[in-house]
């Protein structure tokens, strides 16, 4: 019984092979064909551009690119290093015990894929769009002690600023 059983499988498999060789010579078959792969192309570009807009990577800390300057009395940090997708910012937190206790504020630029490497190809100038300053504005200077900056998160801000502030680098210090 399993030499029929066999035999019926081999004839299942060659009489596949053989409807598919006809298949594959049918004009509808190649139209079919060409259809799938640019169907599937077209599938791997949209999803290569949503990655490159979604994605987001922590622009490294580079004191060239990331300055602070007090105007009016309230203090910015600005950042000059290229196109940037988005910032952020704590605004003025309190930390640490009572004798030393300071105000501190953590922020951090991102960047896209597309805005770090596509978004510079097709600015005017070869270098990328290297006028734009983009500017967060962080608080009142006489009320803010140190600015650290690094990736965080606001949950981990409001659970456990201390090991927030140990992921992160001080960038500025009153004074």
């Known amino acids: 019984m399993n030499k029929t059983a066999d035999l019926s499988k081999d004839n299942l498999k060659n009489g596949f092979l053989k409807k598919l060789k006809i298949l594959s010579t049918d004009p509808q078959y190649k139209k079919i064909k060409i259809t799938a ?77 597309w805005t770090r490497y596509i978004a510079p190809l097709y600015s005017d100038d070869a270098g990328g769009d290297s006028n734009s300053t983009y500017t967060i504005s962080l608080g009142k200077e006489y009320q803010i002690d140190e600015v650290y900056y690094g990736k965080f998160s606001d949950s981990e801000v409001s659970e456990n600023l201390e090991a927030a502030i140990n992921k992160t680098e001080r960038v500025w210090a009153e004074g």
Do not use: H
Not at 45 to 52: D, F, G, K, Y
Not at 54 to 65: E, F, H, R, W
């Open 37 to 113: 792969i640019i169907t599937a192309v077209i599938i791997i570009i949209a999803a290569s551009l949503c990655w490159a807009n979604l994605y987001q990577m922590i622009v490294p800390y580079d004191s060239s690119a990331i300055t602070f300057e007090v105007e009016d009395g309230v203090l910015y940090a600005n950042f000059s290093g290229g196109v940037i997708s988005k910032s952020a910012s704590t605004g003025v937190l309190n930390f640490g015990e009572s004798r030393n206790e300071k105000n501190v504020a953590i922020i951090c630029y991102y960047q896209t894929p």
